[in-house]
């Protein structure tokens, strides 16, 4: 129940973020947001494939959970950004 809080917290602080800066006029980077989208997907990766031969405890294990969670959370939040502008683009043309 803990990691689902935690994704939902990072989700909702990531979104809030990008929807008050597009609210202010900010133009989205769509390259950028692609970085950051392929940056946090690799550290899902890592950590998912490293914390079962690495972690030399449970509560490694669970600090592992928690932190997948949190970057789920905000690759989720990115992600529906990235969805709403291409939907937006698709519209304009």
């Known amino acids: 129940m803990k990691s689902e809080q935690l994704k939902q917290s990072a989700y909702t602080a990531i979104k809030e973020q990008l929807d008050k800066a597009f609210e202010k006029g900010g133009i989205p980077n769509i390259k950028a947001l692609k970085k950051i989208m392929s940056g946090l997907r690799k550290r899902i ?49």
């Open 45 to 93: 990766n890592l950590l998912e494939s490293g914390t079962p031969l690495f972690a030399r405890s449970f509560e490694e294990v669970e600090r592992a959970e928690l932190q997948i969670a949190r970057l789920s959370g905000q690759l989720q939040a990115y992600q529906e950004r990235m969805n709403w502008i291409n939907e937006r683009m698709k519209s304009c043309k």
